[in-house]
């Protein structure tokens, strides 16, 4: 296995990249993707894989500047385990063979030279000059190399300038075994970079989406708004609260001296590899002119309801108008379990008319483990709900 070293995509993907299989990370213009491919580079050599990049855009010494910048790698550091073909080479053959399909025959024949002198167990490539000069097919027909009877590790970028149907071709056509494609923004989440694992070919996995940042020069999936809603006194605030590894209460005591939540409650959370904000929201019905406000660009809801009082159930549907959960994932939160009550599961989905694939989770948001079992299963639903 393979990793990209990227904390998320990695368990996603169940533990890594099978060796022997073609990996592309397909970049739409304007996206700062570069990261991907560095970082699968750098988990790489650090564990001891021998790696090839084909790099015609640049030189070996540019290249050596840009990851030791990005990633704080230096080649020289693993001088016997990294091989760089660049610009020079690339120039070389041009001048050596001006026909393409000639041209095609002595990379290959480079190629595979090289890999079999230095042992190469993992080829990147910068495929977009190999592209222009020589097209898709014979482009890829250069890189299809077994050695023995192995083949390398292919690991693919490339900026994407003609959209989806050239994703559809890359998986049909050109069996390439995982898709990443990067883009930027994203209908529940404006204006982040996102990621889709558009195919992968040795997994069932659903298509998932989900967006990015890049803090110090590393990747983290980011979810940046969830949503805890519900109504009053059902446990919204302690829910925030032991979800959260730091977060602020806008709980003030009403004229009874109890607790009530106003304007908000605010989390962050960072949860197998994810940076999650969480907004709690009010639960009385005087708050309702701001949930639409708190609900936009939410990416999830957990309703959480509290069991020992389903009269509340007409105030919970009000709730699922409100934050529209017809268009993003949502999870149930049936809170308060730790007390006697007699509210089942299918009375819960047929009071609330939910659809099958709404997931109900019976807990107690006094203990953090179930807490945190609701945010990963509404982790899961955002990370495969076709946004
Ligand atoms: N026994 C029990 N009590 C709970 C549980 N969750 C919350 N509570 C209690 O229920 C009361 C209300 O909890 P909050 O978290 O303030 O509820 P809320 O939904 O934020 O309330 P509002 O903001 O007023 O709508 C508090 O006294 C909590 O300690 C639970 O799982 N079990
Ligand atoms: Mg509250």
Request: proline share 6%.
């Amino acid at each position: 296995m393979i990793q990209t070293g990227i904390t998320g995509i990695d368990e996603m993907l169940g533990s890594g990249i099978p060796r022997g299989t073609r990996v592309l990370f397909s970049m739409e213009p304007g996206v700062d993707g570069r990261l991907f491919m560095i970082s699968t580079l750098n988990n790489a050599l650090s564990r001891n894989h021998r790696c090839l990049v084909i790099i015609p855009t640049s030189t070996a010494r540019v290249f050596r500047s840009e990851i030791l910048t990005l990633k704080k790698v230096d080649i020289d550091d693993y001088k016997d385990k990294l091989v760089v073909l660049d610009s020079s080479v690339r120039d070389s053959l041009h001048k050596k063979c001006p026909v393409p399909a000639e041209r095609v025959n002595e990379w290959k024949s480079l190629i595979r030279e090289t890999c079999e002198k230095n042992l190469i167990d993992i080829i990147f490539v910068y495929f977009d000059l190999i592209y222009e000069d020589l097209g898709l097919e014979e482009g890829f027909r250069m890189l299809d190399i077994t050695i023995g009877d192995r083949k390398p590790t292919v690991v693919l970028e490339h900026l994407n300038l003609e959209g989806d149907d050239l994703l559809t071709r890359f998986s049909a056509d050109l069996a390439f075994d995982l898709i990443i494609s990067l883009k930027s923004s994203f209908t529940p989440a404006p204006y982040f970079n996102f990621f889709t694992l558009e195919y992968t070919s040795w997994s069932n996995m659903p298509r998932r989406s989900i967006p990015y940042i890049i803090i110090n020069n590393t990747i983290s999936l980011y979810i940046p708004k969830i949503i805890v809603t519900g109504p009053p006194a059902s446990g919204k605030t302690t829910f925030v609260n032991q979800a959260s590894d730091r977060g602020i209460s806008g709980d003030r005591k009403d004229l009874k001296g109890a607790a009530t939540t106003v304007a908000m409650d605010l989390g962050w959370l960072h949860f197998k590899g994810f940076d999650i904000t969480i907004y709690g929201t009010p639960g009385q019905p005087r708050f309702d002119p701001i949930l639409p406000q708190l609900a936009s660009h939410a990416m999830g809801v957990v309703m959480v309801i509290d069991v020992t009082r389903p009269e509340q159930m007409a105030r919970v549907r009000t709730l699922m108008e409100l934050a529209k959960v017809n268009l993003i994932p949502m999870v149930i939160a049936a809170n308060k379990c730790d007390l006697p009550h007699d509210f089942s599961e299918n009375e819960i989905r047929d009071s609330l008319h939910l659809k099958a694939d709404v997931p109900i989770h019976f807990i107690s948001a006094l203990r953090r483990s179930d807490v945190r079992l609701v945010v990963e299963s509404l982790v899961h639903c955002i990370t495969t709900y076709p946004f």
